[in-house]
């Protein structure tokens, strides 16, 4: 099995260490490609920096198909693009949102969401209110961490959402936590460790469920509004996709 990790920015070293926990998550046979998106920001901090991260996001699943992946997990916690993903292919297509809230919300009656921005909150709580488990996240925390500060050693990063996730399990009676950025997939164990309650990476969570997923010989639903896109002409830089 052969499941494309897509890192839906541009830096490289994000994808990198996204690609660890997604390796160090998957089941033995099962390869993690981990790619970086060609195009679109150095990091996702806001419904601008989603919506200019989905054309490269979706050109690596063109590719993708052309390269025969058995799956693909959208590593970037506001799922960008999701649904347009699903359409090009038949294969499971996984955020790491919706996977880590499903997944908390099978291990947990309640779960709290620490995630980087504060300005970010919102996309959050759309995510929980669309997967139908806005009644089970108590609350959307932000660590006030920049996501590229989770690339330095030197912001204190790992203290600072420690910390928000502590005040959640005090103040929202969270019974987990979900950690709400790709970039933060290297540390879900040790925060479980200090904390004492599971801590859910979306990264390891999607891989998992894309595993289940080509294991039981489910794809994606090619009737109705995923069906594969409509052929027609585009312009621009679009050009390209014309059929």
Do not use: W
């Amino acid at each position: 099995m052969r499941i494309c990790v897509i890192n839906p920015n541009t830096t490289t070293s994000m994808t990198d260490k996204i690609g660890e926990a997604a390796r160090h998550a998957a089941s033995q046979g099962t390869e993690i490609i981990a790619c970086t998106s060609p195009s679109g920001p150095e990091s996702i901090e806001s419904h601008f920096d989603e919506s200019l991260s989905v054309p490269g996001l979706l050109e690596v699943i063109r590719q993708g198909e052309i390269e025969g992946y058995d799956g693909y997990v959208i590593a970037c916690f506001g799922d960008p693009g999701l649904l347009a993903a699903r359409e090009l292919t038949g294969k499971p297509v996984i955020g790491i949102a919706e996977a880590a809230m499903r997944m908390a919300s099978l291990i947990s009656t309640h779960f709290s969401v620490v995630t980087t921005l504060s300005r970010t909150i919102v996309i959050a709580e759309h995510l929980a209110r669309q997967y139908g488990v806005e009644h089970l996240c108590r609350r959307i925390r932000a660590a006030d961490v920049a996501v590229l500060e989770l690339e330095d050693p030197a912001s204190d990063s790992y203290r600072r959402v420690r910390d928000e996730a502590k005040r959640a399990l005090v103040e929202d009676g969270a019974g987990a936590i979900v950690l709400g950025c790709g970039g933060m997939a290297d540390l879900a164990r040790c925060l479980s460790e200090d904390l004492g309650v599971p801590v859910i990476d979306g990264v390891s969570a999607a891989v998992k469920l894309v595993e289940a997923l080509v294991e039981l010989k489910l794809g994606t639903s090619k009737v109705g509004d995923l069906a594969y896109p409509l052929p027609k002409r585009f312009t621009g830089q679009f050009a390209h996709l014309s059929h």
